[in-house]
């Protein structure tokens, strides 16, 4: 069964560092989203990604934030210099339409 | 954010009986709904999802009721079994692909 894959499973790096966090969404999906998860908190949508440029952002994804689609299955969460409150769970998810999302496993960032 | 809300935090249920997860919306604007299943240290599962148009939409074990004059739905699980022991996050969408969640339920199936 297709599935979307993340990469890594757990990054560490230090405030101010620039991190990337990789997702490969089902194939033939067109919609691909980035949501986050805080400790203890709910899960929030962060972005979605149509047609090479972003549908939808929230005021979580200010300009320390960006997507990409390199190539035609990777897509990437970059944050160009992390503070100690962007730890959290960042999930991937991927649809074929203005439906169910599917969600990848989380890659677990600390910043310290 | 409270435009979805789960007020129970914990739900737990004897394996077999029913187990009845509710999820109460704020936001006319929502017109699909989901149900997601979470277990720790992995990403939501997709389960079940109902649109505006509906009020229930079944599959195998799992229904799903929608109420949109009271702006509730709800997950209902028969029988159920300690592998649905999970998270449980109601989210909805409206006017786009935005998914709003709710802050979850976790259910305990015993056997």
């Known amino acids: 069964e297709p599935e979307v894959t993340q990469t890594p499973s757990h990054q560490v790096t230090q405030m101010g560092q620039e991190v990337i966090l990789r997702c490969v969404p089902i194939?033939?999906?067109?919609?691909f989203y980035w949501y986050r998860q805080i400790l203890g908190q709910k899960v929030e949508f962060l972005v979605s990604?149509?047609?090479?440029?972003?549908?939808?952002k929230s005021e979580i994804f200010d300009d320390q934030f960006s997507v990409e689609r390199p190539d035609g299955s990777n897509f990437t969460l970059k944050i160009r210099s992390t503070k100690l409150e962007d730890s959290a769970m960042y999930f991937c998810?991927?649809?074929?339409?203005?439906?169910?999302?599917?969600f990848g496993p989380g890659t677990r960032l600390t910043v310290l | 954010d409270q435009q979805v809300k789960q007020n129970s935090p914990s739900l737990s249920v004897q394996e077999g009986r029913i187990s009845i997860l509710n999820c109460d919306y704020t936001?006319?604007?929502?017109?699909?709904f989901l149900w997601y299943k979470k277990y720790p240290a992995e990403g939501p599962t997709f389960l079940i999802s109902?649109?505006?148009?509906?009020d229930k939409n079944e599959d195998g074990r799992f229904t799903v009721f929608l109420n949109k004059s009271a702006k509730h739905l709800s997950l209902h699980i028969v029988p159920s079994q300690p592998g649905d022991s999970a998270v449980y996050f109601c989210?909805?969408?409206?006017?786009?692909?935005?998914?709003?969640f709710g802050a979850g339920t976790i259910l305990r199936v015993k056997s």
């Open positions: 109902i649109s505006s148009i509906k």
């Open positions: 990604f149509y047609n090479n440029e972003i549908s939808e």
């Open positions: 989210a909805a969408s409206g006017g786009g692909n935005k998914l709003v």
């Open positions: 194939s033939n999906h067109l919609y």
């Open positions: 998810a991927s649809s074929s339409g203005q439906d169910e999302q599917f």
């Open positions: 936001n006319s604007m929502f017109d699909y």
